[in-house]
């Protein structure tokens, strides 16, 4: 099976849609754009408005579990199948996945996760996003390509996914590192409850912000050695086994894919995050600012 890169850059991109032949694989590029309540955007507005030419949206709430209390979950395999079937990606398709966060990644680890768990290795992260795609000076659209359906078939993956029951033994066996992307003063249980629902953490995680995956000034990932030094740092140790973990797995995704750019490429991701484990675990085991949280 042929190997790609879990990150490509904007020339890259521009070069081989410019000039398909350079690319032995057929690509399908996918704007996997998703904000929070908070952001006070519009994905699919956005999509609508401009996107990189020949993207297709790649909706995360929508390719879901439906029957799940919980939000953004795994959706079941044929329902993978059928829903990236209808965007033209099939077995043999190089994925390239992106967002439109201003600072250059948010969402897209999230569909780079769920296509290796889905089994297709064949996809990539677009460093820098649509931010830096535009900052660069390329060219976007508002013309939405029509595409024939193709035949995906899924082989799930069970060992980049953890569950409830998974991370409720981890309490007792302490085996696994749990590592959270959200931002400081949501982990903390500083944040206002009102913008920030849900603010609090595991006890014995560690807060890695996704912020940190990201140089601020160029919008680029850091280099692995610097993505090494901000593990480090926070006290990870990539030597051992890890899950990351979020509000509802889609910014845990991108310390995944940071592991990944390390040489770590086994990192699960807790699905049902902070969005389950708030809500099903005893309140010994959440941790809401500096107190535990009280019956």
């Known amino acids: 099976m042929r190997i790609v890169s879990a990150l490509v850059n904007v020339p890259w991109l521009a070069e081989r849609l410019s000039s398909p032949a350079l690319s032995p694989l057929p690509l399908r590029v996918l704007d996997c754009s998703y904000y929070l309540p908070i952001h006070k955007r519009d994905q699919r507005a956005e999509y609508r408005q401009k996107h990189i030419p020949g993207a297709l949206f790649f909706d995360i709430q929508e390719c879901s579990d439906k029957s799940s209390p919980y939000r953004n979950m795994l959706p079941p395999t044929q329902q993978f199948e059928s829903y990236v079937g209808d965007l033209g990606v099939d077995n043999g398709t190089h994925v390239v996945v992106y967002d439109g966060m201003d600072r250059g990644l948010f969402s897209a680890a999230r569909v780079w996760w769920m296509f290796r768990v889905f089994g297709h290795p064949l996809v990539s992260v677009l460093n820098g996003g649509l931010v830096k795609w535009c900052e660069l000076g390329h060219p976007v659209t508002d013309e939405i390509p029509q595409v024939e359906k193709a035949n995906f078939s899924a082989t799930y ?134 107190h535990e949280k009280q019956g």
């Open 157 to 290: 993956n069970p060992s980049l996914v953890r569950d409830f029951g998974f991370m409720e033994k981890n309490f007792t066996q302490k085996s696994v590192q749990m590592v959270d992307s959200r931002s400081a003063n949501v982990f903390n249980g500083e944040a206002d409850p009102a913008s920030k629902p849900d603010v609090g953490h595991m006890p014995g995680a560690v807060n890695v912000p996704l912020g940190r995956v990201v140089d601020y000034e160029t919008k680029i990932i850091k280099s692995p050695e610097k993505l090494q030094e901000m593990f480090s740092a926070s006290g990870v140790d990539l030597a051992r086994p890890m899950v990351a973990t979020c509000g509802s797995g889609v910014t845990a995704c991108g310390l995944a894919l940071a592991a990944h750019l390390c040489g770590k490429e086994d990192v699960p991701v807790y699905d049902g995050s902070w969005s389950e484990w708030s809500k099903r675990a005893p309140p010994e085991n959440i941790i809401c600012g500096t």
